[in-house]
């Protein structure tokens, strides 16, 4: 059974720092690509970061130089740095999971990947 945990998520100010973690468990998690995932109220999921099975990463341009994206393959462990919050990365975060390689094009792309996490909300005040 495949289960997706996140933690981390919490409330900052504009420009604090957070790290959230995704647990994976039951399955071969190094055959997989791994990405997070938010929504805002009223959005649509957009793709934040991804990293492919061969270790390529991804990242939306909106945190390209903020966030970064990392594993711990014998913790089964995916993670995301993320600093210099800004209120407009508020949303709930999730965390996803995807057979591999899937190349750089379909990192990005919620609907490729098969298992997702429950969530966890970050929320940046001004």
């Known amino acids: 059974q495949v289960q997706l945990v996140e933690s981390g998520g919490g409330s900052v100010q504009s420009g604090g720092s957070l790290r959230l973690s995704c647990a994976a468990s039951?399955?071969?998690?190094?055959?997989?690509?791994m990405g997070w995932f938010r929504q805002a109220p009223g959005k649509e999921r957009e793709g934040v970061a991804a990293?492919?099975?061969?270790?390529?990463?991804s990242y939306a341009d909106s945190v390209k130089g903020r966030f970064t994206i990392s594993q711990d393959n014998a913790k089964n462990t995916l993670y995301l740095q993320m600093n210099s919050l800004k209120p407009e990365d508020t949303a709930k975060y999730y965390c996803a999971a995807g057979l591999g390689p899937m190349g750089s094009w379909w990192l990005l792309r919620a609907h490729v990947y098969n298992y997702w996490g429950q969530g966890t909300q970050v929320t940046v005040s001004s």
């Open positions: 990293i492919d099975s061969d270790g390529s990463t």
């Open positions: 039951g399955y071969t998690y190094s055959s997989y690509s």
